[in-house]
């Protein structure tokens, strides 16, 4: 019979071991214990569905990209952020949700868009709204401001992987809290998220305070990296390829003040209307579709109380771009 090994070596081998099983077992409980308390209401869980405690969009999103009650999307950044999903499902008789996430661009919009789709395969509406990230030359839109992008993505194992982060670990604990109390305060379910009131907290309602910001001018040459190719514009043709034939599709250039418009005749003017023209021939593509330029100049551009800055407009102009878009789904509805 053999002897079973001894000594300091065999012992710090059955720990090392022992460390590693355990090790394991911990991760694979907290996998279990995290997917099945699903903390941002991705819909992956057995156990159903119970909404989500007020939070951020970029993981909001998860939640109410897929639910059932809403037929109509709006995807975008802060640029579009000001939309109403409630205005404009009074306007058009479609229930809307406010999928805008801050500082986003083409890539992570994308992202939205295929999960929006992925739980609405009908959807009666979407609206996109194309701004000046969409310009750049970079194929694979890259952006410095973080996402999850395993939150969304189609594939169990990336989702597992995402799973595994310490901001995850820690909305785990705090889903466990929330899910224990009789109360539970939810997030918004339409998304609906008014800038408004945290510009004016900042001093954005004084004219001198906002003039600075509104009011500089930008220069004549392109930015760097936005004056072509536009490979945003080919992921929108390729995007569309997944959406019915029968779904309006809506394309906004959001609005942005006098000043950040480029100067008639110049480079940047250029680049721009070579941008502009790359996304409506995408758009056409889609045989229900419509292209909405606020990013022209106009009585709205020129008018110093309806933008904060260069690009955030207020509600008074939300609302004009909102009753534009609902009659143009009106127009694409029509028999």
Request: with cysteine.
């Amino acid at each position: 019979m053999a002897v079973p090994p001894s000594g300091p070596d065999a012992a710090w081998g059955r720990f090392v071991r022992g460390f590693l099983v355990s090790a394991l077992c911990l991760v694979a409980g907290y996998l279990v214990l995290a997917f099945a308390l699903d903390p941002y209401d991705s819909g992956r869980s057995p156990l159903g569905t119970v909404g989500i405690r007020p939070q951020g969009p970029r993981t909001a999103a998860a939640s109410r990209g897929r639910d059932p009650a809403f037929q109509g999307a709006i995807i975008g950044n802060s640029h579009i952020q000001l939309i109403e999903p409630e205005r404009l499902s009074g306007l058009t008789g479609i229930p809307f949700v406010q999928l805008a996430i801050p500082a986003t661009g083409p890539g992570e919009q994308f992202v939205v868009l295929d999960w929006f789709l992925r739980h609405h395969p009908d959807p009666k509406a979407i609206v996109l709204a194309p701004d000046d990230f969409w310009c750049g030359d970079d194929p694979a839109f890259r952006n410095d401001k973080p996402f999850p992008f395993w939150l969304f993505a189609a594939d169990l194992p990336s989702y597992l992987r995402g799973l595994m982060r310490y901001a995850v670990a820690q909305e785990v604990i705090e889903r466990i809290g929330w899910l224990t109390r009789r109360r539970r305060p939810l997030a918004r379910a339409d998304g609906w998220w008014d800038y408004e009131p945290d510009y004016l907290r900042l001093g954005f309602g004084e004219e001198a305070h906002r003039a600075p910001y509104r009011d500089k001018p930008v220069p004549d040459g392109p930015e760097p990296g936005r004056a072509g190719p536009f490979p945003a514009a080919d992921a929108l043709r390729a995007a569309l390829r997944t959406v019915p034939a029968q779904t309006p599709v809506i394309a906004v250039l959001p609005p942005v003040a006098h000043a950040a418009l480029p100067r008639p005749g110049s480079p940047r003017a250029a680049a721009e209307a070579a941008c502009k023209a790359a996304i409506g021939a995408a758009l056409a593509s889609h045989p229900r579709s419509a292209l909405l330029d606020w990013r022209r100049d106009g009585p709205e551009a020129r008018d110093p109380d309806l933008f904060f800055d260069g690009s955030h407009y207020r509600h008074t102009l939300a609302r004009r771009v909102a009753d534009d878009i609902a009659a143009a789904l009106a127009r694409l509805r029509s028999p």
